[in-house]
């Protein structure tokens, strides 16, 4: 899966993308759109519609699959919000991680490490999450 990590000012997350495939794949899983930083965790196809319906605007006549199996973290306004099933953001706590390694992420970050940090961490821990840790600013 991954690991998304964020305090609200800086947003982490590996670069793994793995699946029923031999190979291991180095993906982008930060966006800029607009004024926020989005992160996408779980099944890439409906992370990567998700992104593109934001893009969009987020038409109401061309919703993406919801069926809970991706999920995204997004900074906007200085508030961090959750979305996934249902297309609903919900407004959640600093700080915040989402993916197969945010418990780890989440000890680390409440432990005074940094996203970047927290994600290294969970690299270490979660056989889900690996590659390179990429920031953006939020």
């Known amino acids: 899966m991954t690991t998304i990590a964020t305090d609200g000012k800086t947003m ?15 993906s982008v899983k930060l966006f800029r ?20 319906w934001v893009r969009a605007g987020r038409p109401k006549d061309d919703k993406p699959d919801a069926s809970g199996q991706w999920n995204a973290l997004f900074v906007k306004d200085g508030k961090i919000w959750w979305e996934g099933e249902g297309l609903r953001p919900i407004e959640n706590g600093t700080p915040n991680a989402i993916g197969s390694g945010k418990d ?13 940090q927290a994600v290294k961490i969970a ?16």
Do not use: H
Request: glycine share 12%; charged share 15%.
């Open 12 to 26: 982490a997350s590996d670069t793994l993308l793995s699946g029923s495939f031999r190979e291991q794949f180095d």
């Open 33 to 52: 759109i607009d004024n926020a930083v989005y992160g996408i965790s779980g099944d890439w196809g409906l992370s990567m519609a998700y992104i593109d």
């Open 104 to 116: 780890f992420a989440m000890g680390a970050m409440l432990a005074g490490a940094t996203p970047s």
């Open 123 to 138: 690299m270490m821990l979660d056989t889900s999450t690996g590659g390179k840790i990429r920031t953006m600013k939020c």
